[in-house]
């Protein structure tokens, strides 16, 4: 089984930074295309008076180093600031994007309706898992053909496959030491994938 180890420290390596996007609403996922655009989740405001605030948009290159205004992709999600339930100032709600097995997926906390994870080749997108608790980053598994998701409120690793339950795949308990090896399945083999094209999502990506 392959795995990974996180090092006991961080080698520090600093870099020079630049703004290129700016005036979003709480952003979280981001993905650069094979044609250099990006793809980025806006959790939304989280205010009262927009509570379906959540977006996925899309920013193309300008030709001048930087980013043309964005296009909206989808749009209408559920935005919720947290501090009353969590006694935190936090937005909750689309969460992550991610690409594979020929398709775009969506990750959504929702506590009001329920969370779920959204197929972006139908429009308007349509829940492919649903769930509960709090879904944050999501990833594909093209060994396993499976999707991967973390929840942050119980500290698992989901794993995601069509027409079955969710399974917990490993348990990130509090305060364990940051050596510990986390294995999940087999080694991932490469494929050659295709994209949907209804929402002007492109074949290929890779986390930036």
């Known amino acids: 089984m392959p795995s990974f ?8 390596h600093l870099l020079a930074s630049e703004r290129i996007l700016h005036g979003l609403h ?15 989740v806006e959790a939304g405001t989280g205010a009262a ?15 001048a180093g930087g980013y043309a205004a964005p296009h ?30 020929g398709r775009w997926l969506l990750s959504q906390t929702d506590y009001v309706a329920g969370s779920r994870v959204l197929d972006l080749s ?3 997108p349509t829940p492919l898992f649903h769930s509960k608790g709090n879904l944050n980053a999501l990833c594909y598994h093209p060994g ?9 409120d119980t ?20 305060g364990s030491d940051v050596n510990e090896t986390i294995q999940i399945g087999s080694g991932a083999r490469s494929s050659s994938v ?15």
Do not use: H
């Not at 509570?51 to 300008?62: A, I, K, M, V, Y």
């Not at 600031?81 to 991610?98: P, S, T, W």
């Open 5 to 12: 180890t996180l090092p006991s420290e961080v080698r520090r």
């Open 49 to 63: 008076d927009a509570p379906f605030s959540g977006r996925l948009l899309q920013f193309e290159p300008d030709g």
């Open 144 to 152: 396993r053909q499976s999707w991967l998701t973390v929840k942050p």
């Open 122 to 124: 139908t429009t308007p």
């Open 26 to 40: 709480n952003p979280r996922g981001l993905k650069v295309q094979d044609d250099g655009s990006l793809l980025l």
């Open 72 to 101: 909206t992709l989808a749009d209408g999600f559920r935005s919720m600031n947290m501090q009353a339930r969590m006694c935190r100032d936090e937005i909750f709600g689309l969460a992550d994007v991610a690409y594979g097995g």
């Open 194 to 208: 295709y994209a949907p094209r209804s929402l002007g999502l492109r074949s290929g990506s890779s986390a930036l």
């Open 155 to 174: 500290n698992q690793v989901i794993e995601l496959l069509e027409g079955q339950p969710e399974v917990v795949r490993a348990l990130l308990k509090a």
